[in-house]
């Protein structure tokens, strides 16, 4: 019976290192030499064996981001994952995600994941057209990318998320579209799909790119549904589409507000109502992991009206919206005594919709949803 009183918590491991940095990309991530690379697991794995092991927690969920953690030699990342696994209480159907980029990964990378409990693949390819990757900045090829998506499926994944992008330089309504079949055709089990965000500081933002204009971007995301619903996809997120029983448990927790512990440089926490990140400079992390505290910033408590906004902010983002009897039930109050005003106002803009107990975004609504998830902090 013990396991039942276990609450839930999910972790993240942040692998900064890729082959080359996209053009598009401002996360936290470059490429490394080997040296390097060692030194860094060496240093996760000293703030892995520092912090609690909770024993009262049993970890749902591990994703494994980055950068890209395909690139370092598998026995790191089997080391991390055993280590993981003996320290904390692992939950026996724990969703264990690894993000990997086509044209680094083989037969025997694929097979040590799988041995070390990795469960779930997801494939950054962002397009199938080798023209887009190329102005993308991309270090592979679609033919690549095949090659890795039938050789994890041959290896034994049977959890696959494939990532795409809309909206990207030159890129037609058309292009989009075919892309999407292409891709669904493959049938994985999930599909994230993104527009392009040009972010400040990469190299699209001193270029002078040719973007679809705002209808025909509205029509790309509008469709994406559609289109990957006649395939047997649903989206159950802003940009996030699965097969039924497929959806990514570990990003819903981020949703839903399950407590979550970060590993590595600059990777995030939600503990016990605090909010903190680790520190985003190598050197400093390489130095002080063995002692977590040292390397936290921007630690948060959260007020009660903090993670109101958040239940109601995050929330929306799923397509199943949000729950009144789950607000009162945390919150002890209900939504209406809170957000009364908000909640009308965007119900008679028809930008949000109330059903069977829930309140979730309109079509219409999920394109300004940043406007109406404003709305909500007090």
């Given at each position: 019976?013990?396991?039942?009183?276990?609450?839930?918590?999910?972790?993240?491991?942040?692998?900064?290192?890729?082959?080359?940095?996209?053009?598009?990309?401002?996360?936290?991530?470059?490429?490394?030499?080997?040296?390097?690379?060692?030194?860094?697991?060496?240093?996760?794995?000293?703030?892995?064996?520092?912090?609690?092991?909770?024993?009262?927690?049993?970890?749902?969920?591990?994703?494994?981001?980055?950068?890209?953690?395909?690139?370092?030699?598998?026995?790191?990342?089997?080391?991390?994952?055993?280590?993981?696994?003996?320290?904390?209480?692992?939950?026996?159907?724990?969703?264990?995600?690894?993000?990997?980029?086509?044209?680094?990964?083989?037969?025997?990378?694929?097979?040590?994941?799988?041995?070390?409990?990795?469960?779930?693949?997801?494939?950054?390819?962002?397009?199938?057209?080798?023209?887009?990757?190329?102005?993308?900045?991309?270090?592979?090829?679609?033919?690549?990318?095949?090659?890795?998506?039938?050789?994890?499926?041959?290896?034994?994944?049977?959890?696959?998320?494939?990532?795409?992008?809309?909206?990207?330089?030159?890129?037609?309504?058309?292009?989009?579209?075919?892309?999407?079949?292409?891709?669904?055709?493959?049938?994985?089990?999930?599909?994230?799909?993104?527009?392009?965000?040009?972010?400040?500081?990469?190299?699209?933002?001193?270029?002078?790119?040719?973007?679809?204009?705002?209808?025909?971007?509205?029509?790309?995301?509008?469709?994406?549904?559609?289109i990957l619903g006649e395939y047997g996809f649903h989206q159950y997120e802003i940009s996030n589409y699965a097969k039924k029983g497929r959806e990514c448990r570990h990003n819903k927790g981020y949703w839903q507000r399950t407590d979550y512990l970060g590993f590595g440089l600059g990777a995030s926490s939600l503990l016990n109502h605090?909010?903190?990140?680790?520190?985003?400079?190598?050197?400093?992390?390489?130095?002080?992991?063995?002692?977590?505290?040292?390397?936290?910033?921007?630690?948060?408590?959260?007020?009660?009206?903090?993670?109101?906004?958040?239940?109601?902010?995050?929330?929306?983002?799923?397509?199943?919206?949000?729950?009144?009897?789950?607000?009162?039930?945390?919150?002890?109050?209900?939504?209406?005594?809170?957000?009364?005003?908000?909640?009308?106002?965007?119900?008679?803009?028809?930008?949000?919709?109330?059903?069977?107990?829930?309140?979730?975004?309109?079509?219409?609504?999920?394109?300004?949803?940043?406007?109406?998830?404003?709305?909500?902090?007090?």
């Amino acid at each position: 019976m013990e396991n039942k009183a276990k609450k839930p918590l999910e972790l993240y491991v942040h692998i900064p290192f890729c082959v080359k940095k996209c053009d598009y990309c401002d996360f936290l991530s470059g490429p490394a030499g080997k040296e390097r690379q060692a030194e860094y697991f060496r240093a996760l794995e000293k703030e892995v064996a520092a912090v609690s092991d909770f024993p009262d927690r049993e970890i749902t969920t591990v994703f494994i981001g980055g950068g890209t953690p395909s690139v370092p030699e598998p026995a790191f990342i089997a080391g991390l994952m055993d280590q993981i696994r003996n320290k904390f209480f692992m939950a026996p159907d724990a969703e264990i995600t690894i993000e990997a980029n086509p044209g680094t990964l083989y037969k025997e990378k694929l097979q040590e994941y799988l041995e070390h409990g990795i469960n779930r693949l997801s494939l950054g390819l962002q397009s199938p057209q080798n023209r887009e990757l190329k102005i993308l900045g991309r270090i592979h090829t679609w033919e690549e990318f095949l090659e890795s998506f039938f050789m994890a499926e041959e290896a034994g994944f049977t959890n696959i998320n494939i990532d795409l992008m809309s909206a990207i330089p030159e890129q037609t309504y058309e292009d989009w579209e075919k892309n999407l079949r292409t891709v669904a055709e493959l049938s994985p089990e999930h599909i994230s799909a993104y527009s392009l965000i040009v972010e400040e500081g990469t190299p699209f933002w001193e270029r002078e790119l040719k973007l679809p204009d705002e209808d025909t971007e509205y029509r790309m995301y509008e469709d994406t549904a559609a289109i990957l619903g006649e395939y047997g996809f649903h989206q159950y997120e802003i940009s996030n589409y699965a097969k039924k029983g497929r959806e990514c448990r570990h990003n819903k927790g981020y949703w839903q507000r399950t407590d979550y512990l970060g590993f590595g440089l600059g990777a995030s926490s939600l503990l016990n109502h605090v909010r903190f990140s680790n520190t985003d400079n190598m050197e400093e992390y390489l130095r002080n992991s063995a002692f977590p505290e040292k390397i936290r910033r921007n630690v948060e408590a959260l007020t009660r009206e903090d993670e109101m906004a958040e239940f109601m902010f995050l929330g929306l983002r799923m397509t199943e919206g949000v729950s009144l009897r789950g607000f009162k039930e945390y919150f002890g109050e209900n939504m209406e005594n809170i957000y009364g005003e908000v909640l009308k106002k965007h119900r008679n803009l028809g930008l949000l919709e109330q059903k069977d107990g829930r309140i979730f975004l309109t079509r219409r609504g999920i394109h300004v949803s940043n406007g109406v998830m404003a709305d909500f902090l007090l």
